[in-house]
């Protein structure tokens, strides 16, 4: 029963951090295929939808269990950190449809597959608190996703003083500034995620 019950944790937190991986991968798309972008966008809220209702399950099973297979406060920052990434992804999603922002830039590509990278190896951090004992490797993740988190603000700044070159459309540097805000803002999250976890390893060490 036991089992069973922890279950219900682990698939909720694994689950929603692939749907993630899901929708940071679909965005990428749509800054490649701009004229599929409202299609894909779609999909990318079908998913923001899927974990609305994982979080939730999640939520309503910690009120209903007794004994959980982490700190509920732990259980409850996962998931609501990683309803944030997916909320990020979608966000920027719709703005990319709703600005008409025309052609794609290159440092927009960049930042957007470094929430790929983060989220891809949030996931693998996530699934991986299934074993605990598994310590060293759970510790390793938690340390790649501050590398790309890094690399991700790296990669905004970097977004940021080619927008504010001199002749940029003004209307134009205002709604990229915004979608780049969400993607680095979505890292920032994955972040806080393995912050989250760094601090379950060491407490169960």
Not at 68 to 82: K, Q, S, Y
Not at 107 to 118: I, T
Not at 159 to 188: C, H, Q
């Amino acid at each position: 029963m036991g089992l069973t019950r922890d279950a219900v944790f682990f698939d909720a937190l694994a689950n929603h951090a692939q749907r993630s991986v899901a929708a940071s991968e679909l965005l990428l798309e749509m800054l490649d295929r701009p004229a599929d972008a409202p299609a894909l966008a779609k999909r990318i809220s079908d998913l923001e939808d899927e974990g609305d209702r994982i979080t939730h399950g999640c939520l309503a099973a910690l009120h209903q269990t007794w004994i959980t297979p982490l700190d509920r406060e732990e259980i409850h920052a996962l998931i609501t950190r990683l309803d944030d990434v997916l909320d990020c992804i979608d966000a920027a999603s719709m703005r990319l449809v709703l600005f008409e922002v025309g052609d794609t830039l290159p440092e927009a590509r960049q930042l957007a597959q470094a929430v790929v990278d983060s989220c891809t190896v949030t996931s693998s951090a996530v699934q991986s608190l299934r074993d605990l004992k598994r310590q060293p490797h759970l510790l390793e993740l938690c340390v790649e996703i501050n590398k790309l988190e890094n690399t991700a603000d790296g990669h905004y700044r970097t977004a940021l003083a080619a927008l504010f070159k001199k002749g940029n459309d003004p209307l134009l540097v205002m709604k990229w500034r915004d979608i780049y805000d969400l993607l680095e803002s979505a890292t920032d999250r994955c972040e806080d995620v393995a912050n989250i976890i760094e601090g379950i390893v060491l407490e169960h060490a």
